[in-house]
């Protein structure tokens, strides 16, 4: 029997947690630093320990005899948790820091596409603020404009003039919006088309691709408004069929895979590409991510029948191209639920009612953003919830899912009223 930690506080790591506890192979889940959520589900412990604090980490891997180690979010992967890890003697699931770059750098990522022919928008990359400016003058608008570091998924700005262009340079290179993440900035141009997510586990050159998800990040309603890390999300994405499923294969992933084991940072862990596909049906990857995605995580987590933890047991043993996953049917669907001024600043503390009364087998809901305070769950951050549901089409599980949105309250609590809405379209 295996003992497995999961690093994270967030929906993906309640999501992780719950489905590795799941597994007839484990027999004690650890969540660090975890949520309220966590600390409910059956065989899961959370640990006091920061995601951020790798020593902290090593050390109680050790201590509670952990045999797998799962990350969950991308600072930690390319700060080189991975790497630390495995200097320790420990499994740890994950991608080392050297291809972990592919989401903490965007220029690294665009040089490296264009290096293996691989689509997508053309682009420049700036330290000056009167050259990005310059650039912007003798270009097209829309453009769009992102930090070229990790951001929280917050760091891109769509500008659909020139007025907004050169407010996101001033924002990003100059005013530092984003910290760090900002020391660089990235200019591509719009791409048009359908945004899809489309997330595999990669093994070196083995890749077993998850069920696809489309997911929502704009804060408003018909995908308007400012980007988050992310409204809602479903799966599968009924735009990806089985042509564009091999086409991404072919065009994107192998290629991609290929291209890290030649420049020798094999890949190992959950490969997102974010992708547009455009009027005609091609593809062309828009950001990589070096991990699962959130919110994609619940809803594909709610349909995967496979156990998850054999999966990463696969990938790390060198067999995942031996390793079938099975799927439910069935569409799932989550709609996050937020405070009141994300993806701005916003409140915690706000006592949470509702969440006994949601008790359909039909319908998970993932914390996020809450704490355990004085024996109450109460929000602890910007994303809050993900209310999650499986449902024979996307139109069940969307209305599923929103009964029980309409369980759970608190105070200034928000959400998207639309998730699904490209789904129910097509």
């Known amino acids: 029997m295996m003992r497995v930690l999961v690093i994270g506080n967030g929906g993906r790591e309640h999501a992780l947690a719950w489905k590795l506890s799941a597994s007839p192979q484990v027999e004690r889940v650890f969540v660090a630093p975890g949520n309220a959520g966590t600390s409910l589900e059956p065989g899961v412990e959370n640990l006091p320990i920061a995601a951020d604090d790798t020593d902290g980490l090593i050390h109680a891997a050790q201590t509670h005899s952990v045999d797998l180690t799962v990350v969950g979010p991308e600072a930690p992967l390319v700060d080189g948790i991975v790497d630390r890890f495995e200097e320790a003697g420990l499994a ?14 965007k220029s690294f990522t665009k040089a490296f596409l264009d290096r293996h022919a691989i689509p997508t928008a ?3 990359a700036f330290t000056d603020p009167d050259a990005a400016r310059e650039y912007i003058e003798g270009h097209d608008l829309p453009l769009v404009l992102k930090a070229d570091g990790l951001a929280a998924g917050k760091g891109v700005i769509i500008a659909t003039n020139h007025k907004e262009a050169l407010a996101a340079v001033d924002q990003i290179l100059v005013d530092q919006r984003f910290g760090r993440a900002g020391q660089r900035l990235v200019i591509e141009e719009f791409l048009e088309g359908e945004e899809i997510s489309f997330i595999c586990v990669a093994s070196g050159t083995e890749v077993v691709a998850l069920a696809t998800s489309q997911d929502h990040k704009a804060r408003e309603a018909g995908d308007r408004g400012p980007n988050t890390g992310g409204m809602g999300a479903y799966s599968p994405a009924p735009r990806v069929d089985a042509k564009l499923h091999q086409r991404i294969m072919d065009e994107v992933i192998h290629p991609t895979v290929q291209g890290l084991v030649k420049e020798g940072m094999p890949y190992l862990g959950f490969l997102y590409a974010g992708l547009m596909i455009d009027h005609r049906g091609n593809p062309k990857v828009l950001e990589y991510n070096c991990r699962f995605g959130d919110p994609e995580t619940q809803p594909i987590l709610m349909r995967m029948q496979s156990d998850l933890a054999a999966l990463c047991q696969a990938a790390l043993s060198g067999r995942l191209a031996r390793f079938e996953i099975d799927w439910d049917a069935r569409f799932a669907l989550g709609v996050v639920m937020v405070a009141d001024g994300y ?21 998970k809901v993932f914390h996020a953003g809450t704490r355990s305070e004085a024996g109450e769950v109460v929000t602890d951050g910007g994303r809050v919830l993900c209310v999650t549901a499986l449902g024979e089409t996307v139109g069940a599980a969307q209305r599923t899912a929103y009964s029980a949105v309409g369980e759970i309250d608190w105070k200034g609590a928000d959400w998207r009223p639309d998730i699904g809405w490209r789904a129910l379209n097509d």
């Open 92 to 105: 740890c699931f994950g991608p080392r820091a050297g291809p972990a770059q592919l989401e903490g750098s």
């Open 122 to 124: 053309a682009w420049q």
């Open 343 to 363: 993806p701005g600043d916003y409140p915690r503390g706000d006592k949470i009612r509702g969440l006994d009364q949601v008790r359909s087998d039909a319908v």
